[in-house]
């Protein structure tokens, strides 16, 4: 039993990473009905600049939060310039998501090289004994952090005028539009969710599994997969999904092979593709509608 719960929390630790990532997701294609795949480049490119400002002395709360807000600013930046033009062409949307994510890759490379950065975790290094479960004080951070964030976001799309005005667009954006939404606006908000929790997901993942260059590819596609099983454009499907999708892996990685716990998401993919292509709890407007 105590072998099983240690599964079940270092699942829940990476499923946490996987549905911020997957909010990300959402939170883009809400608002443009693109999807982002240069999402993962997000949580990458926030881990690395905090590690570059901590190693520049820095302080740790500094320069998470600074690293955070610089993503979020990158992604509105990226809106405005490469997504706005295109007006609602999705797939042209798509493309140049990729092609970010391509050129994100590259200029982390260049950056900051190919070897993983370190970011010290946020309150020491050491791990709980919790009636022989062990539990890195960092997935602490994970846990808390992932929890206030999907508090804040629900209070925000359901209690404040710009996060029912999202809302709305998500559903129907021309009708949001005639009523006097500004809609073009609302895409901008999105990238910038987007960019905040994909860059939240990086930092506080760090200390745990270090980033570098290329570690937004793998968060993306898992990211993606957890959209995919909760449904896409729900934040709360997508944050089940995630949670699902972590759990599943740590539970094929302990029982069975560590070189198949990968394969669980293209598996799943595959199935809810085939079997239910809407997700466990539908698209964000269906649900909502």
């Avoid at 949580?43 to 690293?67: H, N």
């Avoid at 955070?68 to 609602?88: D, H, K």
Wanted: aromatic residues 8%; charged residues 10%.
């Amino acid at each position: 039993m105590t072998e099983l719960i240690q599964y079940l929390v270092s699942g829940l630790v990476v499923g946490c990473i996987y549905g911020l990532v997957a909010i990300g997701f959402t939170a883009v294609y809400n608002a443009t009905h693109i999807v982002n795949f240069a999402q993962g480049e997000t949580s990458m490119l926030a881990a690395l600049t905090a590690a570059s400002l901590i190693a520049l002395g820095v302080p740790l709360v500094v320069a998470l939060l600074l690293a955070v807000g610089f993503v979020a600013l990158v992604n509105v930046a990226i809106e405005r310039v490469a997504i706005r033009p295109i007006g609602n062409d999705v797939t042209r949307g798509i493309i140049i998501t990729i092609g970010v994510g391509i050129v994100a890759q590259g200029l982390a490379a260049l950056a900051w090289g190919t070897d993983a950065q370190p970011l010290p975790a946020f309150s020491g290094s050491g791990s709980l004994n919790l009636h022989g479960v062990s539990v890195p004080r960092q997935a602490l951070w994970v846990f808390g952090t992932t929890a206030v964030l999907m508090a804040g976001l629900y209070l925000f799309l359901t209690r404040t005028y710009l996060g029912k005005a999202f809302r709305a667009c998500a559903m129907n954006r021309d009708a949001a539009g005639l009523m006097g939404i500004p809609t073009r606006s609302m895409r901008g908000i999105g990238f910038l969710l987007s960019g905040f929790v994909g860059g939240v997901a990086g930092v506080i993942i760090a200390p745990i599994a270090l980033m570098q260059y290329d570690s937004g590819t793998p968060l993306g596609i898992k990211g993606f997969v957890a959209c995919i099983i909760g449904g896409f454009g729900n934040p709360l499907g997508a944050a089940v999904g995630g949670l699902l999708l972590g759990v599943l892996e740590a539970l094929c990685a302990g029982y069975l092979s560590s070189g198949m716990k990968d394969a669980i998401a293209y598996v799943l993919l595959l199935v809810f593709l085939l079997v239910r292509p809407g997700g466990m709890l539908g698209e964000f407007g269906g649900a909502r509608a």
